[in-house]
């Protein structure tokens, strides 16, 4: 009925950029507040950055200044531009959607690896 699709991710090397993009398609009437999430081997899932649905972000502390999150309401995607990218900044990057009147995310994409890394 609704699909979640990631794509971008891959091997970039420290101080280099990426951007990501979630699309989501099927049966919505419309998408609130949309975020980014990752997670890191051995570390606990973590909020990257929310946008709502009148375009106000909000940041993780670790990535305030490098990161960068857009919507595109008309094709229902989130983008996650991520610039001076750390090696910490590996992990596996969600996209997370919420489409009802609930303060939850209900619709996640599949995930995508992202790897800082010389």
């Known amino acids: 009925q609704v699909h979640v699709v990631e794509s971008g991710g891959g091997l970039v090397q420290p101080g280099g950029s990426l951007r990501l993009s979630c699309t989501a398609s099927?049966?919505?009437?419309?998408?609130?507040?949309m975020a980014w999430y990752r997670e890191a081997p051995g570390k606990q899932r973590e909020l990257v950055a929310t946008?709502?649905?009148?375009?106000?972000?909000s940041y993780g502390d670790s990535v305030k200044g490098r990161f960068t999150i857009s919507r595109d309401n008309a094709k229902h995607t989130v983008a996650l531009q991520m610039d001076s990218l750390k090696a910490e900044d590996t992990a596996v990057y969600y996209c997370?959607?919420?489409?009802?009147?609930?303060?939850?995310?209900?619709?996640w994409g599949q995930g995508i690896l992202v790897t800082v890394s010389s």
């Open positions: 997370a959607l919420g489409t009802t009147t609930l303060d939850e995310y209900d619709l």
């Open positions: 099927g049966n919505i009437f419309r998408i609130n507040e």
């Open positions: 946008i709502t649905s009148g375009g106000l972000t």
